[in-house]
């Protein structure tokens, strides 16, 4: 592999922006999710109590118990982190050597702090998947004490960039394995994008179109994304570029068009930022002019490129001939169309996979293993001087030995895929992924595991009341589904949490999801912070005396229908029952949503606000209004443009 050190940089900036992504969606919904007032206030995850601090810090480590020093409660807390994660971020992106180890140490640490009172609207792939590619990201970054000078290349940064490679591999190996041991019938009949793009969380405008292309391209399409997901990962590891680029455009292609047709927050911009792993110096523009020619000019440069090219087409060809084998494609020249159907059953698909993974692991040893050596030989042969030798050396075997370190307790996750693989790996390094489990260095990956909506893609509308027989309203959230006329958005990369978790609450019942009963609450008693994350409030002057929700199963239209309309839907059932306040008060006591408020005293003396508190809510005050996608926005176009001055 070629030279990576603006590659290294491209990746590192990616990961700066992808932070500021995520703090700023997260900061504009603090209030409604997680204030005192809130669906699930965060105060109720770190109790009050007499143990010390450090105590609390060992067994739950989140900045937030710290901040009370400085006057901060946990909402403010959590506000002041968000800020400070975010400034952090911008600085990262507009300045090339502030991006070093110490900065994405505190953007990991401080999003691991609201991670860990985030309950379950921190609880998705994508922020477990930033957690582990932030801490690889540390490693990866320069220790750039010296800010006056420019950060410089290092040896051992190709072992750094070979785990960001294995963690891009294990999480789309992992995507496209699941996909047929959960044994879903839409995903072996070929037919889950028939329900996707109108069944996913949030679609967008262009989601409405892809569900109208014709059957045999949806089946197709299904094909290739078994082939990007589970077999172009191996090609990540290959010595020759001109596969690894083959292999880079089409994870880069897949993501793009869920990106086109999916709002996934930074979740796709996050893998896309992992694929920059596979990229060289030389795709990015920067190469040695000289070298390339003299080299190119040599016997043995053209025979290595002949050779490459040669075992490039062979790669290719038995790809499409599996393709053609396995599900047996056929061109239809009636319907001027390509048929496709499963050619294998399951058990030839778990005997693969149970034969295939000790292989996968051996191939990530052996790829390591040349890496490390790989990187040891240019300490000895590029650097000059005896000392520096020394030095580089030094750091390699430190990095070498973290790197074998990670790869060691993903194996665990990595193994999930397969019960022989999980159960066959050695004891000890099961208790070296426990013991760092609190830590959540790496995890299993599995998305899109079953389709759901098959059938009409459920959602749950809510409606409230002032008197039943006189009619309800419905309440209109800001991206979800719910007005058949309103147009799908595009949101990404901010993601409205209770949108999403509105999502995963019609495929269960309100029963499973208490926070549910939160919200219902929460609109019974006109909570401000809450009705701040709805589009359309019914009830403007007070809040209703009755809410229900009511289960509905939503399609798409079709071409050529009549209707102006996205949706149509059809009554499913009753999703919650009609409740009041009064009803719901016993619960609520006990879920200790309401917080008491303790009045002072005559003669008490009330106190004075911190600076840091002062800041914090002048911050929130002035900018605190504004939707998530334009605080996003605001800030990254400027930051973007400055990073070219800088």
């Known amino acids: 592999m070629g030279k990576i050190a603006l590659t290294k940089d491209a990746l590192l900036w990616c990961m700066s922006s992808i932070y500021l992504f995520a703090f700023v969606s997260l900061y504009s919904q603090i209030p409604g999710l997680y204030g005192d007032n809130g669906i699930l206030p965060a105060r109720l995850v770190l109790p009050v109590d007499s143990k010390p601090e450090l105590k609390k810090f060992q067994h739950q480590p989140t900045l937030l118990w710290l901040l009370p020093a400085i006057g901060l409660d946990v909402p403010n807390g959590m ?173 880069v292609l897949l993501q793009v068009l869920i990106i086109l047709t999916g709002n996934y927050n930074f979740f796709n911009l996050l ?61 239809n020249t009636k319907r001027y169309s390509v048929e496709s159907e499963v050619a294998f059953t399951s058990d030839e698909f778990f005997e693969a996979i149970q034969v295939a993974m000790p292989y996968t692991i051996g191939f990530g040893i052996a790829s390591l293993a040349l890496e490390v050596l790989s990187a040891l030989w240019r300490c000895l042969s590029e650097d000059s001087g005896f000392f520096n030798k020394l030095w580089s050396l030094f750091q390699c075997l430190i990095m070498t030995f973290a790197a074998v370190g990670m790869f060691t307790i993903s194996l665990v996750p990595h193994c999930v895929v397969d019960r022989t693989a999980y159960h066959n790996l050695w004891p000890e390094i099961h208790k070296m992924k426990e013991s760092t489990d609190f830590l959540h260095l790496t995890h299993s990956y599995g998305l899109f595991r079953r389709m759901t909506g098959v059938g009409g893609r459920p959602e749950v509308i809510i409606e409230g009341s002032y008197y039943p027989e006189s009619g309800w309203k419905p309440y209109e959230f800001m991206y979800k589904p719910g007005n058949l006329s309103a147009m799908p958005p595009f949101v990404a990369p901010h993601q409205p949490r209770l949108d999403w978790q509105m999502w995963f609450a019609a495929l269960g019942s309100y029963e499973h999801n208490k926070w549910f009963v939160n919200l219902i609450y929460r609109l019974l008693d ?90 914090t809510v002048q911050i929130r005050e002035l900018i605190g209004h504004l939707p998530g996608p334009t605080l996003i926005c605001s800030l990254f176009i400027p930051a973007v443009i400055m990073s070219y001055f800088f």
């Open 526 to 615: 006109g909570q401000q912070e809450v009705l701040d994350l709805i589009a359309h409030n019914p009830f403007e002057n007070k809040p209703p005396k009755y809410v229900r929700a009511k289960l509905y199963h939503y399609s798409y239209t079709k071409f050529g229908d009549t209707s102006a309309d996205w949706w149509k839907r059809r009554n499913a059932r009753e999703y919650l029952p009609t409740v009041d306040k009064d009803s719901l008060m016993d619960y609520v006591r006990k879920s200790g949503i309401i917080k008491k408020v303790k009045k002072p005293k005559k003669g008490e003396v009330t106190e004075e606000p911190t600076l840091a508190k002062e800041i």
């Open 271 to 331: 893998t896309i930022a992992l694929c920059i792993s596979l990229l060289d110096d030389q795709f990015l523009g920067r190469h040695n002019n000289k070298n390339l020619s003299a080299n190119q000019s040599s016997l043995m440069s053209r025979l290595m490129s002949r050779l490459s090219t040669t075992i490039s087409l062979v790669t290719y060809a038995g790809m499409v001939y599996a393709m053609v084998k396995y599900f047996k494609l056929t061109i």
């Open 79 to 251: 506000d002041f982190i968000c800020i400070l994660g975010a400034a952090i971020s911008l600085i990262c992106m507009i300045s090339r050597r502030m991006r070093d180890a110490f900065m994405f140490a505190a953007l990991w640490f401080l999003y691991f702090s609201v991670y860990q009172v985030g309950q379950t609207f921190l609880w998705f792939q994508w922020d477990i998947l930033l957690l582990e590619t932030g801490f690889l990201t540390i490693l990866l970054a320069p220790m750039h004490l010296f800010k006056w000078r420019d950060p410089v290349y290092r040896h051992h940064d190709s072992i750094m960039m070979w785990l960001m490679k294995w963690l891009l591999f294990r999480l789309m190996f992992a995507s496209g394995v699941v996909k047929l041991t959960s044994m879903c019938p839409t995903w072996w009949g070929l037919t889950a994008l028939d329900w996707h793009y109108e069944s996913q969380c949030i679609p967008t405008p262009l989601a409405w179109y892809a569900h109208q292309l014709p059957e045999w391209f949806q089946r197709l399409s299904v094909v290739m994304t078994y082939v990007i997901e589970m077999a172009l990962p191996f090609l990540f590891f290959s010595p020759i570029r001109n596969l690894r680029l083959f292999a880079f455009f089409g994870q």
